[in-house]
C-alpha cells in the first residue's frame, strides 16, 4: 500500500536548512510513502471575516491536506515557538468550525536548527495545537535536528552516516505509525 504524504515546511526562506532537511527526507523516505509538498507561502494572514469567502489559496490548500493519508511538519523554531507562517497555515486549515481539515491525519513532526535543542521546544507547542485539532502524532522516535550543512548534498542525499541512519529510521517508523492509524480507522484497510 502506498500512502500519499503532504509535507509543510514551516519556513518561508530561500535557503532554509528545514527545507534542506525536508528534501532529505523525501529522499530517505520508504517506498509506502509519497511525499509531496503543501504549500503555505501564498495563504494570506488568517481573518476570520474571510472564512467564507476565502481567497483560492485557502481551499486549494484545505483540499490538498484533506486529500492527504499523512501529514509531516518540519519547521524551525521561532522565538520558542511556531513559525508565524506555520500556524497561520494550520489556523486557516482548522476554520470553518466543523470543517477541520487535520482531524484524524497521522501527523509527524521534525525540524532542525543551528542550536542544540533541534526545535525542541516548537515542537512542544506543534503537539498541543494537534492534540486539539484532533490529529494522531508519531511520539517516538522524537526528531530534533542540530543541522550541520556538510550533512547533506544538494541532490537530497545525507553524507554523514550518522544523520542518514538517524533520519531513515525516523522516516521508517513514521511510515508504520501511518500505516497503524489508517488499518486502524479505515474499514477494510489491510
Ligand atoms: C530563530 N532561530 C531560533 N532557533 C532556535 O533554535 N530556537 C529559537 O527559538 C529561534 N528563534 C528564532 C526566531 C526568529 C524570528 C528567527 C528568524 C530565527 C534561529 C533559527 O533556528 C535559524 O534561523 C534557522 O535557520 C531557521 O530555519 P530555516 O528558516 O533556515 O529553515
Redesign the pocket.
Given at each position: 500500500m502506498t500512502y500519499r504524504i503532504g509535507y509543510l515546511?514551516?519556513?518561508l526562506?530561500g535557503?532554509?536548512?528545514?527545507?534542506v532537511l525536508a528534501k532529505a527526507l523525501v529522499h530517505l523516505a520508504p517506498p509506502s510513502l509519497q511525499l509531496e509538498e503543501i504549500p503555505i507561502r501564498d495563504l494570506p494572514l488568517y481573518n476570520r471575516d474571510d472564512e467564507l469567502s476565502p481567497v483560492d489559496a485557502v481551499p486549494t490548500f484545505k483540499k490538498a491536506i484533506e486529500a492527504s493519508d499523512g501529514l509531516l511538519f518540519v519547521s524551525?523554531?521561532?522565538?520558542?515557538?511556531i513559525p508565524a507562517p506555520l500556524k497561520n497555515a494550520i489556523d486557516w486549515g482548522s476554520r470553518p468550525w466543523g470543517q477541520n481539515s487535520f482531524a484524524r491525519k497521522p501527523t509527524g513532526i521534525i525540524g532542525?536548527?543551528?542550536?542544540a535543542?533541534?526545535?525542541a521546544?516548537?515542537q512542544a507547542s506543534m503537539r498541543s495545537v494537534l492534540s486539539f485539532l484532533d490529529a494522531p502524532q508519531l511520539n517516538a522516535p522524537e526528531a530534533y535536528v542540530t543541522?550541520h550543512a556538510d550533512a547533506y548534498a544538494d541532490d537530497g542525499s545525507v553524507t554523514d552516516p550518522h544523520t542518514e541512519t538517524f533520519l531513515r529510521h525516523y522516516m521508517e517508523e513514521y511510515a508504520a505509525f501511518v500505516e497503524r492509524v489508517l488499518s486502524a480507522t479505515l474499514p477494510g484497510h489491510e
Open positions: 515546511v514551516g519556513s526562506s535557503d532554509s536548512i528545514n527545507r524551525p523554531e521561532y522565538n520558542r515557538s532542525a536548527s543551528p542550536g535543542i533541534g526545535t521546544v516548537m543541522f
